[in-house]
């Protein structure tokens, strides 16, 4: 079976860096995407990986290694308005979305 | 403001009853999917559509029809809501089916089937 295995909850301090896994098991691979959810609110894009290697985007990075079918969001100087969800989903053979349950970002002051 | 626009908000519905959600995209997307979102779950695809007029099974599709009858229109029916159907329901749409195109959300639906 597919399977994306994120951990369920994070806690960071503001102003610190905070480094969340995703791990996947799928039929082939296209490309990786990171989404931010904030509480009863719509998942949106944060970033793109397909190829190896560390893509950034001002305060947040994206790591990915197809070998280890890994990858990494980090998230530095963290904001207190970077409490939410992150969602890693892979993109497999057939070109399906496969999503995580998604880590649960709680930043403390 | 471009974007896709989902109704209603939330909902709480007779077990028994037919429900239609109601999504539409203003950009011109050729795919639109929904999923339901469950705590501790992660996004499950329903039903999907790669273009107008063409519609697919995704994860979990028993008890839901959809049409695409346009480009922007892209309704999700429940025929006879069930309590397990209760969820929160988001339509998204992007520019291609299974690319680098990213998903873009709706506000979601929040339903309770009592």
């Known amino acids: 079976g597919q399977n994306i295995d994120q951990p369920t909850e994070m806690t960071a301090t503001e102003g610190a860096i905070v480094q969340i896994n995703c791990t996947y098991q799928t039929s082939g691979f296209n490309g990786l995407f990171w989404y931010q959810q904030h509480a009863g609110e719509a998942p949106t894009f944060l970033s793109y990986n397909v190829l190896d290697g560390l893509e950034e985007k001002g305060r947040f990075s994206s790591f990915l290694s197809r070998s280890k079918g890994y990858s990494y969001l980090l998230l530095k100087e963290l904001q207190m308005k970077d409490s939410a969800s992150y969602l890693c989903a892979v993109i497999d053979s057939n070109y399906q979305l496969i999503w995580g349950a998604g880590t649960k970002l709680i930043i403390k002051p | 403001i471009a974007g896709i626009t989902q109704a209603p908000t939330s909902q709480i519905l007779a077990a028994g009853r037919r429900m239609t959600l109601r999504c539409t995209q203003d950009?011109?997307?050729?795919?639109m999917y929904w999923y339901r979102q469950d705590l501790g779950l992660g996004l499950r695809l329903i039903h999907y559509?790669?273009?107008?007029?063409?519609?697919g099974k995704g994860e979990v599709p028993d008890g839901y029809s959809v049409s695409r009858a346009n480009t922007d229109d892209f309704p999700l029916t429940l025929a006879s809501a069930v309590p397990s159907q209760t969820s929160v329901y988001f339509c998204a749409s992007s520019e291609t089916t299974g690319s680098n195109s990213p998903l873009h959300f709706g506000n979601g639906t929040r339903l309770t089937v009592t």
């Open positions: 559509s790669n273009t107008a007029g063409t519609t």
């Open positions: 950009m011109r997307h050729n795919a």
